[in-house]
Every structure is written in structure tokens, then in C-alpha cells.
């Protein structure tokens, strides 16, 4: 499982993507999962990044999907239209 930092703005977006791809190459499985529960301060730079991770992981044969995703993060990706590309894991 990969972990969200605490803050994700345009600030930490580069490292944190580098992070975000270095674990999921790692990943022995098939199946990514983000856990975004940490995650308390961000910007939509958190959806861009979120978003390249899953567009490398598809590329790479694995799925994806995010677990405890801000509520107020998850309206941002519903009025950018891409909900449906950050799919909610229980």
C-alpha cells in the first residue's frame, strides 16, 4: 500500500509523485492502493498527482484505487469530472 503525506500541495507534488511511482514499481502485486487518510492539507496539485500515479500504474498493468480520500478532495475531483478515474477502495 502507498501512503499520502499529510500536506500535498504544488510544493511537495514532484517528490511525492517520485515517491508515489518508485513504490508502486515495487509492488510485487497487481493491485495499487493509496491510502490518503494522512492527508489533511492540499491543493489540486494532490489530484494531479494522484492522477499521473494511476495513468503509470495502468501503463504498467496494475490497477488502482484510493482509500480515505478527503471529503472535500473528492468534491474537487467531482467538479474536474474525474471521480470515476480515483475509484474509493473500502
Known sequence: MLVLPAELTSVQAEPC???LLKAARAESGTEILVD????ARFDSSAL???LECRRECIHDGKTFAVRGLAPRLRELAGLYGISAL???HA
Open 36 to 39: 490518503a487518510k494522512a492527508l
Open 17 to 19: 509523485l517520485n515517491m
Open 86 to 88: 480515483l475509484p474509493e
Open 48 to 50: 494531479a498527482v494522484l
